[in-house]
């Protein structure tokens, strides 16, 4: 066994004890929670689906089932894997599966239907699933114990408008009680730190103890869990409303288990997913959507972290890859590729300020956190942000090997009369530095009217070999994937004097 199953098996030991109001966890107890198989659904990005289906493979080894519902993959793992599910770059959302009905056979009428709904609460295997949410909940609960340690602490910088000097002493103390909480939320939210779970054994670990200690003194009395049913339906051919569903639905529940409902300040979130005759229910394990890891600092058009990562996907990144986000605005895919691909360099540049310095700011907030993790000055990562034209990059001819942007949707950003100009210049512009017969670009836009145009006048240089369709908050947009051919990139002024001199001599 490897040192990061090891680990967690001895991370798990620490969050069932903090469970023991109302599970008994012997030895037994803990091997089988650990060997447990679980089926987990994943939101991804309308589009990748084929994306998060390859890393769950490369990274888990796990076989991945595409649902017919667009966005959505299962996938079958152990306990002991749930860490390394919270670090996948191409999900948004992740839940355990309660069960799955491949083929529900609905009734004719409502009432029937509904009245299904309500039978359904008390037939489904919920044991294995919750025992999976109690352990993925303990971290939420260590989340917001250090988010209300960081605001205690910055109030005590500023006392009535005057800095107050802070003894260094107690800070370096609540550092070392709360080594552990910080190691596993960074691991679990920020799968952009790779670290072994090995790190949280030894003194970690003990310093650990003394806080379970005193918060097993506080969940002494047992308390009545919050829930809400999340329903998800998809099709024409039902006889019943989503709100209907959810309340029959949501009514069983409770009345199983006797928990209160609360749709804000809830515990648990129930998941009910329609797909025409395909019915799943599950049980989240995120809070909110993990492509929320590396931007602070958001713009007009920021782009999700899980997207970036896809787009990067697709271009297949190689060691000592140069790759280049010629439009980043807040940085979005090179953060995300050097993130994912640290050995690569890349290249953030746009040529609006206001955009570079929230990519500069971005870059330098992960540095930062980086820095809290590890205790210790950080390396640093191969990025670097620049203030350019986009039709008049400083960077040498076939000198780049992956350009990977988002282009101006026309919209928020830029005009759609303005992209028929800079769309067919920017495709010049990046034929001209990206290496021929190797580079690769991937791009994207929702004005693929305008892109098509652009990119047929420029078949000699680019080959497109990939269209990928994506939704783009609610937008039906394009990811193009293109090939540099073999041809050299000969400039429009210096094509115009060859036509002239070959002109002369023919007269």
């Known amino acids: 066994?490897?040192?990061?199953?090891?680990?967690?098996?001895?991370?798990?030991?620490?969050?069932?004890?903090?469970?023991?109001?109302?599970?008994?966890?012997?030895?037994?107890?803990?091997?089988?929670?650990?060997?447990?198989?679980?089926?987990?659904?994943?939101?991804?990005?309308?589009?990748?689906?084929?994306?998060?289906?390859?890393?769950?493979?490369?990274?888990?080894?796990?076989?991945?089932?595409?649902?017919?519902?667009?966005?959505?993959?299962?996938?079958?793992?152990?306990?002991?894997?749930?860490?390394?599910?919270?670090?996948?770059?191409?999900?948004?959302?992740?839940?355990?599966?309660?069960?799955?009905?491949?083929?529900?056979?609905?009734?004719?009428?409502?009432?029937?239907?509904l009245k299904d709904f309500e039978d359904l609460a008390g037939k489904l295997p919920w044991s294995n699933p919750l025992k999976v949410w109690k352990i993925n909940a303990s971290f939420k609960?260590?989340?917001?114990?250090?988010?209300?340690?960081?605001?205690?602490?910055?109030?005590?910088?500023?006392?009535?408008?005057?800095?107050?000097?802070?003894?260094?002493r107690n800070v370096k103390k609540e550092f070392t009680s709360h080594a552990l909480d910080s190691h596993i939320l960074d691991y679990y939210e920020n799968p952009a730190i790779k670290e072994d779970v090995s790190t949280l054994v030894g003194d970690d670990l003990a310093s650990c103890k003394d806080e379970t200690d005193e918060s097993s003194k506080e969940e002494t009395e047992p308390q009545v869990l919050k829930f809400r049913v999340t329903y998800h339906r998809a099709g024409e051919k039902h006889c019943f409303t989503s709100n209907e569903a959810a309340r029959d639905f949501g009514g069983a529940v409770q009345d199983y288990f006797k928990w209160k409902a609360d749709m804000t300040n809830f515990d648990v979130e129930v998941l009910l997913n329609i797909h025409d005759n395909e019915v799943i229910v599950g049980i989240a394990l995120t809070e909110e959507s993990l492509h929320r890891r590396n931007i602070t600092h958001f713009g007009p058009t920021t782009l999700r972290s899980t997207l970036a990562y896809g787009m990067l996907r697709l271009c297949d990144p190689l060691p000592y890859d140069i790759i280049v986000d010629p439009m980043c605005g807040t940085g979005?895919?090179?953060?995300?590729?050097?993130?994912?691909?640290?050995?690569?360099?890349?290249?953030?540049?746009?040529?609006?300020?206001?955009?570079?310095?929230?990519?500069a700011n971005n870059i330098a907030s992960l540095l930062t956190k980086s820095q809290i993790k590890e205790g210790k000055p950080s390396w640093g990562l191969p990025i670097d942000a620049v203030q350019w034209d986009i039709c008049n990059l400083p960077l040498r001819t076939g000198s780049v090997d992956i350009i990977v942007t988002d282009l101006p949707f026309g919209k928020r950003m830029g005009s759609k009369k303005r992209n028929w100009n800079l769309y067919p210049a920017c495709l010049r512009e990046m034929s001209r530095v990206c290496t021929p017969t190797t580079g690769r670009a991937v791009l994207l836009t929702q004005d693929t009217k305008c892109f098509t145009k652009a990119l047929s006048g420029m078949r000699h240089v680019w080959r497109k070999v990939d269209t990928v369709w994506v939704n783009v908050g609610g937008l039906r947009a394009a990811v193009y994937v293109l090939i540099r051919t073999p041809q050299a990139f000969v400039h429009p002024s210096e094509q115009d004097g060859e036509r002239g001199t070959l002109w002369q001599c023919k007269e």
Not at 50 to 57: G, K, L
Not at 61 to 74: A, N, P
Not at 150 to 163: F, L, V, W
Request: proline letters at 2%; aromatic letters at 6%.
């Open 1 to 113: 066994m490897c040192d990061i199953e090891e680990a967690t098996n001895q991370l798990l030991d620490v969050n069932l004890h903090e469970n023991q109001k109302s599970v008994q966890v012997t030895e037994s107890d803990l091997g089988s929670e650990s060997e447990l198989l679980v089926t987990i659904g994943a939101t991804v990005p309308t589009g990748f689906e084929q994306t998060a289906a390859d890393e769950v493979r490369e990274k888990l080894g796990s076989s991945c089932k595409i649902s017919r519902d667009r966005g959505k993959i299962y996938f079958v793992i152990s306990v002991e894997s749930l860490a390394q599910v919270h670090c996948l770059r191409s999900v948004d959302n992740l839940f355990v599966v309660v069960q799955e009905f491949q083929d529900y056979q609905f009734k004719q009428t409502k009432e029937e239907v």
């Open 332 to 359: 979005a895919i090179p953060i995300e590729g050097a993130t994912e691909w640290s050995d690569c360099f890349h290249i953030a540049g746009d040529n609006n300020p206001l955009a570079v310095n929230r990519a």
């Open 141 to 168: 609960k260590k989340k917001a114990k250090r988010k209300k340690i960081n605001q205690n602490s910055s109030k005590e910088k500023i006392n009535n408008g005057q800095e107050v000097k802070i003894d260094q």
